[in-house]
């Protein structure tokens, strides 16, 4: 059973190469509508201190997902939540 199992993976791996390339992905020529309860009002937090120790690994991550196109700096908006920074036992770091 488990090589049936791995077959069907691999031929669905074969069949859809660009789903399952490396590196990270992205959906273009859609538009997401988020919908809002009637009189939601816009919610502004301010930001969580990173740890001064944390500081160079945040800004490069923060880079890198700019230069991916994972994420777009903006001067401003109405919505805010902070980030939380999660150090990883492999000494990488995790934006949340």
Request: one cysteine or more; hydrophobic letters at 45%; charged letters at 20%.
């Amino acid at each position: 059973m488990p090589q049936t199992r791995a077959l069907k993976i691999n031929e669905i791996i074969a069949a859809h190469p660009s789903v399952f390339k490396e590196g990270i992905g992205t959906i273009k020529h859609v538009t997401a509508n988020i919908m809002l309860k009637p009189h939601s009002n816009p919610i502004f937090h301010k930001p969580r201190s990173v740890p001064y120790a944390l500081k160079d690994k945040v800004d490069q991550e923060l880079h890198r997902l700019a230069f991916n196109g994972v994420i777009v700096k903006v001067e401003r908006s109405k919505w805010a939540a902070p980030i939380v920074v999660v150090p990883k036992a492999n000494g990488s770091i995790r934006i949340c």
